[in-house]
Protein backbone atom coordinates (compact mmCIF):
# COMPACT_ATOMS: atom_id res chain seq x y z
CA UNK A 1 0.00 0.00 0.00
CA UNK A 2 2.93 2.30 0.32
CA UNK A 3 3.71 2.24 -3.11
CA UNK A 4 0.61 3.18 -4.30
CA UNK A 5 0.40 5.99 -1.97
CA UNK A 6 3.44 7.40 -3.73
CA UNK A 7 1.43 7.19 -6.74
CA UNK A 8 -1.05 9.56 -5.68
CA UNK A 9 1.57 11.62 -3.98
CA UNK A 10 3.65 11.80 -7.31
CA UNK A 11 0.55 12.56 -9.19
CA UNK A 12 -0.60 15.25 -6.95
CA UNK A 13 3.13 16.66 -7.14
CA UNK A 14 3.98 16.41 -10.62
CA UNK A 15 0.23 17.41 -11.54
CA UNK A 16 0.19 20.61 -9.45
CA UNK A 17 3.87 21.23 -11.07
CA UNK A 18 2.85 20.90 -14.65
CA UNK A 19 -0.59 23.24 -13.93
CA UNK A 20 1.89 25.94 -12.37
CA UNK A 21 4.48 25.22 -14.93
CA UNK A 22 1.96 26.39 -18.31
CA UNK A 23 -0.18 28.96 -16.42
CA UNK A 24 -1.47 31.43 -18.44
CA UNK A 25 -1.12 28.19 -21.61
CA UNK A 26 -3.64 26.23 -19.65
CA UNK A 27 -7.18 25.14 -21.41
CA UNK A 28 -9.60 23.86 -20.60
CA UNK A 29 -9.35 20.36 -19.25
CA UNK A 30 -5.61 20.56 -20.02
CA UNK A 31 -3.89 16.54 -20.41
CA UNK A 32 -0.91 17.54 -19.84
CA UNK A 33 -1.76 18.01 -16.15
CA UNK A 34 -5.08 16.44 -16.09
CA UNK A 35 -3.33 12.92 -16.53
CA UNK A 36 -2.07 12.79 -13.28
CA UNK A 37 -5.54 13.29 -11.73
CA UNK A 38 -6.85 11.02 -13.73
CA UNK A 39 -4.21 8.88 -12.13
CA UNK A 40 -4.25 10.22 -8.94
CA UNK A 41 -7.98 9.05 -8.75
CA UNK A 42 -7.04 5.38 -10.18
CA UNK A 43 -4.65 5.40 -7.09
CA UNK A 44 -6.84 6.37 -4.23
CA UNK A 45 -9.66 4.03 -5.54
CA UNK A 46 -6.90 0.92 -5.63
CA UNK A 47 -5.92 2.01 -2.21
CA UNK A 48 -9.31 2.25 -0.40
CA UNK A 49 -9.23 -1.17 -2.18
CA UNK A 50 -6.73 -2.63 -0.41
CA UNK A 51 -7.75 -0.55 2.95
CA UNK A 52 -10.94 -2.83 2.54
CA UNK A 53 -9.13 -5.86 1.80
CA UNK A 54 -6.85 -5.20 4.93
CA UNK A 55 -9.43 -4.86 7.76
CA UNK A 56 -11.05 -8.27 6.13
CA UNK A 57 -7.99 -9.86 7.14
CA UNK A 58 -7.20 -8.10 10.26
CA UNK A 59 -10.88 -9.57 11.06
CA UNK A 60 -10.07 -12.58 10.51
CA UNK A 61 -10.11 -15.25 14.27
CA UNK A 62 -6.09 -16.40 14.32
CA UNK A 63 -7.45 -19.33 16.02
CA UNK A 64 -8.64 -20.78 12.19
CA UNK A 65 -6.17 -23.73 11.14
CA UNK A 66 -2.91 -22.80 10.05
CA UNK A 67 -3.49 -24.23 7.08
CA UNK A 68 -6.71 -22.18 6.17
CA UNK A 69 -4.84 -18.63 7.17
CA UNK A 70 -2.50 -20.10 4.42
CA UNK A 71 -4.97 -20.59 1.97
CA UNK A 72 -6.42 -16.92 2.97
CA UNK A 73 -3.22 -15.54 2.94
CA UNK A 74 -2.83 -16.26 -0.59
CA UNK A 75 -5.96 -15.34 -1.50
CA UNK A 76 -5.58 -11.63 -0.18
CA UNK A 77 -1.92 -11.92 -1.85
CA UNK A 78 -3.54 -12.34 -5.16
CA UNK A 79 -5.78 -9.81 -4.81
CA UNK A 80 -3.52 -7.45 -3.65
CA UNK A 81 -1.27 -8.12 -7.04
CA UNK A 82 -4.55 -8.17 -9.21
CA UNK A 83 -5.54 -4.42 -7.87
CA UNK A 84 -2.29 -3.26 -8.59
CA UNK A 85 -2.15 -4.73 -11.65
CA UNK A 86 -5.61 -3.22 -12.64
CA UNK A 87 -3.96 0.39 -11.52
CA UNK A 88 -0.98 -0.37 -14.09
CA UNK A 89 -3.43 -0.98 -16.86
CA UNK A 90 -5.50 1.72 -15.84
CA UNK A 91 -2.65 4.44 -15.60
CA UNK A 92 -1.01 3.45 -19.09
CA UNK A 93 -4.80 3.68 -20.63
CA UNK A 94 -4.72 7.17 -19.31
CA UNK A 95 -1.18 8.06 -20.10
CA UNK A 96 -1.86 6.61 -23.99
CA UNK A 97 -5.26 8.51 -23.99
CA UNK A 98 -3.65 12.03 -22.77
CA UNK A 99 -0.46 12.03 -24.98
CA UNK A 100 -2.82 11.89 -28.04
CA UNK A 101 -4.35 14.74 -26.67
CA UNK A 102 -1.10 16.41 -25.78
CA UNK A 103 0.43 16.30 -28.93
CA UNK A 104 -2.96 18.10 -30.26
CA UNK A 105 -2.21 21.30 -28.19
CA UNK A 106 1.13 21.66 -30.12
CA UNK A 107 -0.11 21.25 -33.88
CA UNK A 108 3.08 22.98 -35.28
CA UNK A 109 5.36 20.70 -33.37
CA UNK A 110 7.76 18.57 -35.15
CA UNK A 111 6.23 15.80 -33.40
CA UNK A 112 2.73 16.67 -34.10
CA UNK A 113 3.86 17.06 -37.90
CA UNK A 114 5.51 14.14 -38.05
CA UNK A 115 2.61 11.85 -36.75
CA UNK A 116 0.38 13.44 -39.58
CA UNK A 117 2.55 12.24 -42.06
CA UNK A 118 2.42 8.63 -40.04
CA UNK A 119 -1.52 8.98 -40.48
CA UNK A 120 -1.84 10.17 -44.24
CA UNK A 121 -0.04 6.93 -44.90
CA UNK A 122 -3.18 5.19 -43.20
CA UNK A 123 -1.28 4.20 -39.85
CA UNK A 124 -2.90 4.66 -36.24
CA UNK A 125 -0.99 6.25 -34.02
CA UNK A 126 -0.52 4.19 -30.87
CA UNK A 127 1.37 5.07 -27.73
CA UNK A 128 4.43 3.30 -28.80
CA UNK A 129 4.57 4.85 -32.00
CA UNK A 130 4.44 8.29 -29.95
CA UNK A 131 7.55 7.29 -28.14
CA UNK A 132 9.08 5.84 -30.86
CA UNK A 133 8.77 8.80 -33.12
CA UNK A 134 9.55 11.07 -30.00
CA UNK A 135 12.88 9.47 -29.51
CA UNK A 136 13.67 9.52 -33.67
CA UNK A 137 13.31 13.69 -32.35
CA UNK A 138 15.35 14.09 -29.76
CA UNK A 139 12.70 14.20 -27.55
CA UNK A 140 13.45 10.84 -25.62
CA UNK A 141 16.55 9.07 -25.00
CA UNK A 142 17.25 5.11 -26.69
CA UNK A 143 17.23 4.70 -22.34
CA UNK A 144 13.94 6.69 -21.53
CA UNK A 145 12.36 4.86 -25.18
CA UNK A 146 13.18 1.43 -24.21
CA UNK A 147 11.39 2.00 -21.05
CA UNK A 148 8.41 3.10 -22.11
CA UNK A 149 8.73 -0.13 -24.62
CA UNK A 150 9.42 -1.93 -21.97
CA UNK A 151 6.09 -0.86 -20.07
CA UNK A 152 3.49 -1.17 -22.62
CA UNK A 153 4.75 -4.85 -23.65
CA UNK A 154 4.02 -5.19 -19.89
CA UNK A 155 0.27 -3.78 -20.31
CA UNK A 156 0.13 -5.52 -23.41
CA UNK A 157 0.55 -8.69 -21.88
CA UNK A 158 -1.44 -7.95 -18.68
CA UNK A 159 -4.41 -6.64 -21.04
CA UNK A 160 -4.62 -9.33 -23.89
CA UNK A 161 -2.43 -12.12 -22.34
CA UNK A 162 -3.48 -13.07 -19.00
CA UNK A 163 0.32 -11.85 -18.16
CA UNK A 164 1.50 -15.04 -19.68
CA UNK A 165 4.94 -14.02 -22.32
CA UNK A 166 4.03 -14.18 -25.89
CA UNK A 167 7.68 -13.91 -26.61
CA UNK A 168 11.43 -13.93 -25.41
CA UNK A 169 12.60 -10.77 -24.49
CA UNK A 170 14.70 -9.12 -21.18
CA UNK A 171 13.00 -6.04 -20.09
CA UNK A 172 13.88 -3.33 -17.65
CA UNK A 173 12.37 -0.37 -16.70
CA UNK A 174 13.92 1.74 -13.82
CA UNK A 175 15.62 -0.59 -11.47
CA UNK A 176 13.50 -3.51 -12.42
CA UNK A 177 14.62 -6.08 -14.74
CA UNK A 178 12.30 -8.70 -15.87
CA UNK A 179 13.10 -11.78 -17.92
CA UNK A 180 10.30 -13.34 -20.09
CA UNK A 181 10.17 -16.45 -21.97
CA UNK A 182 7.56 -17.32 -24.12
CA UNK A 183 4.79 -19.00 -22.06
CA UNK A 184 5.67 -18.02 -19.06
CA UNK A 185 3.75 -15.45 -16.81
CA UNK A 186 5.59 -12.00 -15.64
CA UNK A 187 7.67 -12.91 -12.44
CA UNK A 188 7.55 -10.27 -9.75
CA UNK A 189 6.77 -9.91 -6.09
CA UNK A 190 3.89 -7.95 -4.83
CA UNK A 191 4.71 -4.75 -5.32
CA UNK A 192 5.74 -5.09 -8.75
CA UNK A 193 2.80 -3.39 -10.92
CA UNK A 194 2.55 -0.67 -8.11
CA UNK A 195 6.47 0.05 -8.66
CA UNK A 196 5.94 0.04 -12.69
CA UNK A 197 2.65 2.53 -12.36
CA UNK A 198 5.52 5.13 -10.15
CA UNK A 199 7.63 5.10 -12.96
CA UNK A 200 5.34 5.45 -15.79
CA UNK A 201 4.07 8.06 -13.85
CA UNK A 202 7.36 10.03 -13.87
CA UNK A 203 8.01 8.67 -17.24
CA UNK A 204 5.04 10.88 -18.14
CA UNK A 205 6.05 13.61 -16.57
CA UNK A 206 9.29 13.97 -18.27
CA UNK A 207 8.18 13.22 -21.48
CA UNK A 208 5.62 15.80 -21.45
CA UNK A 209 7.90 18.63 -20.13
CA UNK A 210 10.24 17.53 -22.63
CA UNK A 211 7.30 17.93 -25.58
CA UNK A 212 6.60 20.84 -24.22
CA UNK A 213 9.95 22.45 -24.12
CA UNK A 214 10.67 20.98 -27.91
CA UNK A 215 7.52 22.67 -28.44
CA UNK A 216 8.03 26.26 -27.81
CA UNK A 217 11.91 26.21 -28.87
CA UNK A 218 11.91 23.88 -32.05
CA UNK A 219 8.12 24.18 -33.84
Known amino acids: MDQIERVRTDCRMFGEAMRDLLSRKRVEEDPRYGCFWMMYNKATVALETLNYFQRTWESIDMATSEERLNQLKLENTERCIEIARS ?127 DALTRS
Not at 154 to 173: K, P, W
Open 87 to 213: LFIGCMSAIEFCAKENIKLYPDSRLARRLDELRSRRRYIFLRGIMQESLSLGILTEKQEAEWTGMIILRNLAVHNNAVSDMDADIEVGEMSFLLRKGDMIVGGLSTYADLTLRAVTSYHNWICKLDL
